[in-house]
């Protein structure tokens, strides 16, 4: 998006520095990197990113509103009730179109967003992984809002584990005492024992970044086919130990619970019954705060979204819309091209959305022609300021006519990436 930085990067490119990049991704973890990796990092103007953050802060100001609770509520008519729902997530992820607008103008479109993790953990791996190959210019970082990775590891660690994170500085300077930047914020341990759970972890194609999560954080892998409950307390077995699981780090998404053997999905029924547990994130903010939020938000750079069954008559420019089934994931069900008939025929209309079709911009210019991007901000609750703070991100390139594997079958400069925001 910064030609000049564009510029320069392509003419260094070279296939020998694309392997260099994959292999130093895959020495950690061996054959765990299961999903495309893009030859190119992103690069971010301070414009866009100010465009970006002030959308993000609009969308939590909504979450954070007196009727937040109200208008989600009927997300969860047909979801499975589990307890110990927090009134909050911890952290929340909104997913950005850089779309180009009437006046040919870069702006961001919000076309997804999610109460639930992402790639929090493999993030700081891929970062890692640029700089030891590629040249990322002065100026610039993948961390957002003043932060580091050695900030956004504390603060992490803290959503991960239960911990407190606590301003020293701020401690030590009421004592007329004097501390540096870089040793400002300690961690006040909770000793809560935390665990990753998914469905079959070591089969999904983001299990890198759970293997991260292990590796930076110390937070064991489970299984849900390894939970047991004993009285009000939910155990897993490792080396013949049973031991006990205070809080969960939730990677389960329920429609692949609803898909698996009898015998796992009642292992995921544990969960429903009223256990000592925490969530990160509890599993009802997957449905609040979610593509069911979308119609709810009116923005410059968010796309007009209405419920199907509420549609009082049918845009009469089908061809500038989008339908999306409310609680899929990864793109499945999504009807890019659409008729009347395809609304009409819909079984479940309150189960889906019609959104304004977003123009991406060809915006990355690469040695193969120009790819389309998207750019994921993580959010995390920020306990002393009362306010979730974007963090860092994530970001994927595409050719096709969605981001996703589907759609950019035997085409380069596409897939997961990194996009580095030129700081303030």
Same mark, same amino acid.
């Given at each position: 998006?910064?030609?000049?930085?564009?510029?320069?990067?392509?003419?260094?490119?070279?296939?020998?520095?694309?392997?260099?990049?994959?292999?130093?991704?895959?020495?950690?973890?061996?054959?765990?990197?299961?999903?495309?990796?893009?030859?190119?990092?992103?690069?971010?103007?301070?414009?866009?990113?100010?465009?970006?953050?002030?959308?993000?802060?609009?969308?939590?100001?909504?979450?954070?509103?007196?009727?937040?609770?109200?208008?989600?509520?009927?997300?969860?008519?047909?979801?499975?009730?589990?307890?110990?729902?927090?009134?909050?997530?911890?952290? =929340?992820?909104?997913?950005?179109?850089?779309?180009?607008?009437?006046?040919?103008?870069?702006?961001?479109?919000?076309?997804?967003?999610?109460?639930?993790?992402?790639?929090?953990?493999?993030?700081?791996?891929?970062?890692?992984?640029?700089?030891?190959?590629?040249?990322?210019?002065?100026?610039?970082?993948?961390?957002?809002?003043?932060?580091?990775?050695?900030?956004?590891?504390?603060?992490?660690?803290?959503?991960?584990?239960?911990?407190?994170?606590?301003?020293?500085?701020?401690?030590?300077?009421?004592?007329?005492?004097?501390?540096?930047?870089?040793?400002?914020?300690?961690?006040?341990?909770?000793?809560?024992?935390?665990?990753?759970?998914?469905?079959?972890?070591?089969?999904?194609?983001?299990?890198?970044?759970?293997?991260?999560?292990? %590796?930076?954080?110390?937070?064991?892998?489970?299984?849900?086919?390894?939970?047991?409950?004993?009285?009000?307390?939910?155990?897993?077995?490792?080396?013949?130990? %049973?031991?006990?699981?205070?809080?969960?780090?939730?990677?389960?998404?329920?429609?692949?619970?609803?898909?698996?053997?009898?015998?796992?999905?009642?292992?995921?029924?544990?969960?429903?019954?009223?256990?000592?547990?925490?969530?990160?994130?509890?599993?009802?903010?997957?449905?609040?705060?979610?593509?069911?939020?979308?119609?709810?938000?009116?923005?410059?750079?968010?796309?007009?979204?209405?419920?199907?069954?509420?549609?009082?008559?049918?845009?009469?420019?089908?061809?500038?819309?989008?339908?999306?089934?409310?609680?899929?994931?990864?793109?499945?069900?999504?009807?890019?091209?659409?008729?009347?008939?395809?609304?009409?025929?819909?079984?479940?209309?309150?189960?889906?959305?019609?959104?304004?079709?977003?123009?991406?911009?060809?915006?990355?210019?690469?040695?193969?022609?120009?790819?389309?991007?998207?750019?994921?901000?993580?959010?995390?609750?920020?306990?002393?300021?009362?306010?979730?703070?974007?963090?860092?991100?994530?970001?994927?390139?595409?050719?096709?006519?969605? =981001?996703?594997?589907?759609?950019?079958?035997?085409?380069?400069?596409?897939?997961?990436?990194?996009?580095?925001?030129?700081?303030?």
């Amino acid at each position: 998006m910064i030609a000049y930085i564009r510029q320069k990067f392509n003419a260094a490119f070279s296939e020998k520095t694309h392997q260099n990049y994959l292999a130093a991704l895959n020495t950690s973890f061996p054959n765990a990197l299961d999903f495309t990796v893009a030859e190119t990092p992103i690069f971010i103007d301070k414009a866009f990113t100010e465009k970006i953050l002030a959308t993000g802060d609009y969308v939590n100001q909504v979450i954070q509103s007196d009727r937040f609770n109200s208008i989600t509520e009927p997300s969860l008519k047909n979801v499975p009730f589990f307890p110990k729902e927090t009134p909050l997530p911890a952290c =929340i992820v909104m997913d950005f179109a850089i779309a180009i607008n009437d006046q040919n103008e870069l702006v961001p479109a919000l076309i997804e967003l999610q109460g639930f993790p992402s790639l929090f953990a493999y993030e700081i791996l891929q970062d890692d992984c640029i700089h030891k190959t590629y040249t990322i210019p002065a100026g610039f970082s993948p961390y957002l809002n003043g932060y580091t990775k050695e900030k956004y590891v504390a603060h992490l660690e803290t959503i991960l584990k239960g911990d407190t994170l606590i301003d020293t500085k701020k401690n030590l300077d009421t004592n007329n005492q004097n501390v540096s930047d870089s040793t400002k914020d300690t961690i006040k341990h909770s000793n809560k024992h935390t665990v990753l759970l998914e469905i079959l972890p070591h089969q999904q194609k983001t299990r890198i970044d759970f293997y991260c999560t292990e %590796k930076y954080f110390n937070i064991p892998i489970v299984c849900i086919t390894e939970i047991f409950v004993e009285e009000t307390h939910l155990y897993y077995e490792r080396d013949g130990k %049973k031991i006990k699981i205070d809080r969960i780090y939730n990677r389960i998404v329920l429609d692949e619970l609803k898909n698996q053997t009898k015998e796992i999905q009642e292992k995921g029924a544990l969960l429903q019954t009223n256990l000592n547990i925490e969530w990160v994130t509890h599993p009802h903010h997957f449905f609040k705060i979610s593509k069911f939020l979308l119609p709810f938000l009116k923005h410059a750079y968010i796309p007009k979204t209405q419920f199907v069954d509420q549609l009082t008559e049918l845009p009469t420019a089908l061809e500038k819309y989008i339908l999306k089934p409310l609680f899929s994931f990864a793109g499945q069900g999504v009807i890019i091209d659409i008729n009347s008939g395809d609304i009409e025929n819909i079984e479940g209309p309150s189960g889906w959305i019609l959104q304004e079709k977003v123009n991406y911009a060809n915006c990355i210019e690469t040695p193969t022609g120009p790819a389309k991007a998207e750019l994921r901000l993580f959010y995390f609750w920020d306990e002393g300021k009362q306010e979730y703070i974007a963090t860092m991100n994530l970001a994927r390139l595409s050719k096709g006519k969605m =981001i996703g594997v589907d759609y950019n079958k035997n085409k380069q400069w596409v897939g997961g990436s990194l996009a580095y925001f030129e700081k303030f």
